[in-house]
Structures are given as structure tokens and as C-alpha cells.
């Protein structure tokens, strides 16, 4: 198989797109990095088509693999054809190569195999060949030591033919297929749950068609079966069934029924159940892939909502008995101080919930006040509302969502940043610090628990971890991240930068103070020239040595920005200057076209693709893509 070849018309693009992304991702080069700053070599492909060609070479490597294993097994066996290899080796799908290699696998002994060993296995050929009129007194010949009489020739036989049918590559294809198309996936409580109320009632003596069936209810039904409630089963018209068992019957209806008998023996103890449970197990995977696609959507909506900057924050997680724990937030999310107000029930001590509210707000000069969206969070904001009038504060609120905030607070992250605060303390930091830098905050809680998706139990752990990662990765290096400021948990995720490398950052930092240049990461330990090569371009520096690091230019471009800025008339420190900014902007928006890009990349010896990127980057320095996205993730309220 020419694996580049086969990708290149899966994905529709050309071979030397496909060539030049697998090198790429074989030179151990991220794809945010590929994506990113290597669009020359890979003719601009996106993000997702770098993923898909890396999924889908490492799919066909393991084909290949598992073909060779295939084909090597058999040939020990010395019943290798030249027509099984060929059949193997053209074979585009696992299931395929596993239909062609189930006749031979290693297995337990079936009644068939015993019945093969008994010398059996040319009297089942003869009969489906038709070279028998009387396989009464053809089976006559068979007896021996281990089958001494007819019946239990005839019944051998049945096995053989069974298992032939089971096995049969075409067969099983044609009913993976019917199945698929025309077949029912049916459910009923177990008898046990009659009686009972459950949450599976709807799934109870329910039926439908396979292909009709929502990713939904395939989840619900799985967990129902998995908790022990349901049983499920698949099931297909009996004219389907005699379709295939067409090709193995003969001009003879007394050998046809011996024939049939085996064939039904195949189907029911064989055939069904396997071919069942390949296709339950496709439509797990394909509810699993498009819930888990459905899940990244939303965690990507969530990890870009946009921050609110300049925010000195009080931050309240609201509770009944134990009260409502407050915290104060500088700008950066900087811990300030902590208390407990009882404004609610059973207490509903508003007097002290209000000096203290007053304190806190004017000891720390606070702007914005966020409170958690959960238990007693109404009672709180009626509070909250009612002090910001009494004492006209010029103050607005916020409800910040708390999925996860638990989570988060119990994690060795929390115990780490803030040892010494009980666990409530930390979920109320975190609920604060989530609408003050949203990225920062939700990268150090497990994405399953911020509440956007479903089933997520009910699905493939490592598949569901994988791309829900990726999703992460995907954001945290679309916005890139404050050298400066971002937290080792949010710095893992930046292309190039492993979870240790991303604690030496930090160290390092704590150490010797803010980066002043990219550059600098080289004297972090254990941070290389790949690692650099990887990450630089998605970290910013702000007051910097060098203005262009506060925009998304890989420093591999900085000569070639400072070359275009010259050619413009302006130097790379007037990108901090507005007035010059907006000449510089006024200048370049005269690129627009493909061929003033052409003919300005000709110039300045750069491709078009990192040009029009840099031109990107230039016309805005320094600015924060979130402030673009529109979501409902908070709403402010007055």
C-alpha cells in the first residue's frame, strides 16, 4: 500500500502536502507548530487536516503492520494461496484484514475443528460441491475409530459447514452491511426491573432501525446494558439471513437439508453474535466520536471566553449552612484576603455580611464582584444587589459558572498553589479568577468536569482524554500564552513544552525574575533548540527586549519582519506607538491582494503563506483573539 498515495486522496489533497506533514511530524515537530509556521511545506493545511493525515498514517502504518503479522501466521501454517495474500494485502480496512484471518486464528477448539480432525472435512467439501446424490451412503466411507455412525458423521459435517459459513469473508461483509442498512437494535428490562421504576423505562420492549438510531440513545442503551438493567439485542429480517444462505445450497433437497441445518447452527452459534457485536461496536464508536466532537466544540467555546481585564475581583462561592466563603483577587488573580458571610439561610445574618462585603471592597480597591452559579447563588445575589444599592456602589456583578471548581480545589495543583486555605477558599479563588483569565483558570481542571458535554462516562476513556487535550492544546496555542505570567499548568500545553519543562519555566522565572527576550528559555534547564524551535513563536513577552515578541512572529522571522518593516519606512519599536501603528497598518493594507503578496514575498525572499502571517501579526501586535469570540459562558449584570 502507498500510504501517502491513499491519504492524499482521503483527504483530497496532493501527495507533496501528505510527504512533507509526515517528515514534519517524523522530525518530532508538534502540529500547532506545523500548522502554524511550517505552511510553505505543508501548502497551508489546517490544524485539523495535520491531525487527520498524522491519525490516518499512524492507521495504515498499523495496517500494514498487522497485515504482515496476518500473512505470516498463515504462511507457518502452510496455508498460504497467492490469492489469500493478495486479497490481504489489498485490503483497506482492519475489519477486512480480520475476516480474511479468522479461518486460521488461533482459537479454542470448536466442534467443527474436532470434526475436521475426524477426517470429516472432505465429505463436508464434496457436499457443497454437489459431488454427492446420497450422503447417507456417501457418509458410509467416514466411519472410523472417533465417528462410528452416520448420525454422528452427518452431525460433524453440520459443524463443518457451519463454521465455513461463519467464516466466510463475503458473508460476514454482506450481513456487517445488511445489518447496518436494514437491521433493528431491540431492548427490554430484565425481569428482575419490571417492577421497579428506573431511568432505562423508555428502553423497555423498544425497538428501532439501526440506521435511524440517535448517537443519543445508542449511549443511553449501552449504559442501561452495562448497569445491568437491559437486554439488548440486534435483529434483521429472515429474507436477509436466506440471501445469504443462498450460495450454499444445492440442486439437492436431501443433502440441502443436512446443508441448512449446518448453515443455521453457523448462524446462530457464530455468524449473529459476531457480526453483532462488530456492528453495537459501531455504532458505540461512532455515537462515542460525534458526542466527543460535540464536547470539543463546546470545550473550545468555553476556553475562549473572553477575559476581563484590569478586574480587582471579590469572588463568592455561595452555600447554606456553611455559609458563603468570599475572596479578593488583585488584577493578575492574585490571592488577597479570605472570609465568611451567612446572608442566607437558616443564618440570614445580612448585617455582618455587609460590613464584611463593605471591608473587603474598600481595604483592596475591588471593581467587580462574581459569585458562583450554584447552591444559594439567587439568596446571594439578592444580598449582593441589595448592598450595591443601599451604599450606591459603583459596582457590577457577575455569575461565573462553577462546574469544576470542587475539583479543582481538592486537586495537588490547589494544595499546591495555596497550601495553607481550605479546599472552599480555593473553589472560591478559582470561580473569581475564571472571568478574570478564563484560559488560565480552566486548564488546571479536568475537562470532563466543566459541564460541557454529556455521556462522558459512558464513552472510550482514552479517546475522550486525547481529544479533549487536543482541544486544549489546539486553544492554548491559537491565543498563546504570558511568559511571564502563565502558570506551569497552562505552559504544558504550548507546543514543545513538557509538564517538567513547564515547572522549570516557572522556577526559573521565580529565580531570575521576568524573561526579557524568547531567547532567554535557552538558560531554563533542559530547555533545547527544539524545544525553542517548537514554543517560542506562542509565548509573549510583554516590555520586552524586543517588540516583537509580544505578537505571534517566530523569532526564525524576525529578520525578515524588521527587512519588511524598513521596506515600509518604519522600525519594529513603532509597532508600540499608535499613531505609528496605524501608518504602518495604513501601508500594509495595500497587500491584500494574492499578487501584491506575490510580488512583496518575491522581494523580500519569504513565502507568501509566512508573510500574509506576519502582515497578520503586525497589523494588531499584541492582541488578545478571545476579545473576538462571543460566548455565553458569564452574563453581566448591573
Given amino acids: 500500500m502507498n500510504i501517502i498515495d491513499v491519504i492524499s486522496k482521503d483527504l483530497k489533497v496532493k501527495e507533496w502536502q501528505i510527504k512533507n506533514t509526515i517528515e514534519l511530524l517524523d522530525n518530532g515537530n508538534t502540529i500547532p507548530f506545523i500548522s502554524r ?18 491519525e490516518l498514517y499512524q492507521y495504515y502504518t498499523e495496517l500494514e503492520k498487522r497485515k504482515e503479522s496476518v500473512i505470516k501466521s498463515i504462511e507457518e501454517q502452510g496455508k498460504l494461496t497467492e490469492e489469500l495474500k493478495k486479497k490481504i494485502l489489498s485490503a483497506m480496512k482492519l475489519s477486512e484484514v480480520e475476516d480474511l484471518y479468522l479461518p486460521y486464528k488461533k482459537r479454542k477448539k470448536t466442534k467443527a475443528d474436532v470434526a475436521i480432525e475426524n477426517g470429516l472435512e472432505p465429505l463436508a467439501q464434496k457436499l457443497l460441491l454437489q459431488e454427492i446424490t446420497d450422503i447417507e451412503k456417501e457418509a458410509q466411507k467416514f466411519v472410523n475409530e472417533k465417528v462410528k455412525t452416520t448420525k454422528d458423521i ?33 431492548s427490554s428490562k430484565k425481569k428482575k426491573f419490571l417492577e421497579e421504576k428506573t431511568k432505562y423505562d423508555m428502553y423497555h420492549e423498544f425497538s428501532q432501525e439501526i440506521y435511524k438510531i440517535p448517537n443519543y440513545r445508542v449511549l443511553s442503551i449501552n449504559r442501561g446494558e ?76 468555553l476556553l475562549l471566553t473572553p477575559p476581563l481585564k484590569n478586574k480587582r475581583v471579590l469572588a463568592i462561592d455561595p452555600g447554606y449552612r456553611t455559609g458563603c466563603k468570599v475572596v479578593a483577587l488583585d488584577e493578575s488573580g492574585k490571592f488577597l484576603e479570605n472570609n465568611t458571610i451567612y446572608p442566607v439561610p437558616p443564618q440570614n445574618d445580612f448585617e455582618n455580611a455587609e460590613k464584611i462585603v463593605l471591608e473587603l471592597i474598600k481595604k483592596h480597591d475591588l471593581n467587580l464582584i462574581v459569585i458562583g452559579n450554584g447552591t444559594a447563588s439567587r439568596e446571594t445575589q439578592k444580598f449582593i444587589v441589595d448592598t450595591v444599592k443601599k451604599h450606591n456602589l459603583n459596582l457590577k456583578y ?39 483569565d478564563p484560559l488560565a483558570e480552566f486548564v488546571k481542571i479536568d475537562p470532563k468536569s466543566l459541564g460541557v458535554g454529556q455521556y462522558q462516562h459512558d464513552m472510550n476513556q482514552k479517546l475522550l482524554k486525547e481529544k479533549l487535550e487536543n482541544t486544549v492544546e489546539h486553544v492554548v496555542n491559537l491565543v498563546g500564552v504570558n511568559l511571564n505570567t502563565a502558570s506551569s499548568a497552562l505552559l504544558q500545553y504550548i507546543s514543545g513544552i513538557t509538564p517538567k519543562l513547564a515547572e522549570n519555566i516557572v522556577k526559573y522565572r521565580e529565580e531570575n525574575g521576568p524573561f526579557k527576550s524568547r531567547k532567554e528559555l535557552l538558560k531554563v ?10 514554543a517560542a513563536g506562542f509565548l509573549r513577552i510583554f516590555d520586552g527586549e524586543n517588540p516583537l515578541e509580544i505578537t505571534g512572529i517566530h523569532p526564525e522571522s524576525y529578520e525578515k519582519t524588521e527587512e519588511l518593516l524598513k521596506f515600509l519606512g518604519f522600525k519594529k519599536e513603532d509597532i508600540l506607538n499608535s ?60
Fill in 37 to 54: 509556521y511550517r505552511k510553505e511545506a505543508t501548502g497551508n493545511l489546517t490544524e485539523e487536516e495535520v491531525r487527520k493525515v498524522s
Fill in 226 to 301: 452495562k448497569e445491568g438493567v437491559l437486554t439488548v439485542k440486534l435483529s434483521i429480517e429472515e429474507k436477509y439471513i436466506e440471501k445469504l444462505y443462498k450460495s450454499y445450497l444445492t440442486k439437492f433437497p436431501e443433502n440441502n437439508k443436512i446443508i441448512k441445518e449446518g448453515l443455521d447452527y453457523g448462524f446462530k452459534n457464530m455468524l449473529f453474535p459476531s457480526i453483532s457485536n462488530e456492528v453495537r461496536n459501531i455504532l458505540t464508536q461512532r455515537a462515542e466520536e460525534k458526542s466527543i466532537e460535540l464536547f470539543s466544540k463546546n470545550l473550545k467555546e
Fill in 579 to 638: 499613531e505609528k501603528l496605524q501608518l504602518i497598518r495604513n501601508k500594509l493594507n495595500k497587500y491584500n491582494t494574492t499578487e501584491a503578496i506575490k510580488e512583496l514575498a518575491e522581494k523580500l525572499e519569504i513565502g507568501e503563506f509566512t508573510l500574509k502571517d506576519i502582515i497578520s501579526e503586525l497589523q494588531k501586535p499584541g492582541r488578545d483573539l478571545r476579545m473576538n469570540c462571543h460566548n455565553h459562558y458569564y452574563m453581566k449584570m448591573s
Fill in 525 to 534: 534547564k533542559g530547555f533545547g533548540p527544539k524545544a525553542f524551535e517548537q
Fill in 398 to 436: 457577575i455569575f461565573a459558572d462553577e462546574s469544576g471548581a470542587s475539583v479543582y480545589s481538592a486537586s495537588k495543583l490547589a494544595v499546591k498553589e495555596f497550601p495553607d486555605l481550605d479546599v472552599t477558599v480555593r473553589g472560591a479563588i478559582s470561580i473569581g479568577r475564571r472571568i478574570q
Fill in 154 to 186: 452427518l452431525e460433524g459435517v453440520k459443524y463443518i459447514i457451519g463454521q465455513y459459513f461463519a467464516h466466510n469473508e463475503k458473508i460476514r461483509k454482506t450481513l456487517r452491511n445488511d445489518l447496518l442498512k436494514y437491521g433493528k437494535i431491540e
